[in-house]
């Protein structure tokens, strides 16, 4: 993802979920990014590209232990 794609998706977090959400480029994974609520890991956020129409999934695991 370009920096400018990741500022995009922060601001889109932060507007509608949490003002403290940041998303981080990856090391070595230009198709992805991560997401974290001030030093915690929530998941990742991967884009797709298909069919000329560009669209972004966000996958967040839920340990049974956090609920």
């Not at 601001?11 to 001030?38: P, Q």
């Not at 915690?40 to 340990?63: K, T």
Request: aromatic residues 10%; without cysteine.
């Amino acid at each position: 993802m370009t920096p400018e794609e990741i500022r995009k998706l922060e601001a889109y977090f932060k507007r509608n979920l949490n003002k403290e959400i940041i998303v981080k480029a990856r090391a070595r994974k230009d198709e992805s990014a991560e997401v974290y609520l001030a030093d915690e890991f929530l998941g990742v956020i991967f884009r797709d590209d298909e069919d000329g129409e560009l669209s972004y999934n966000f996958s967040m695991a839920i340990l049974d232990i956090d609920l």
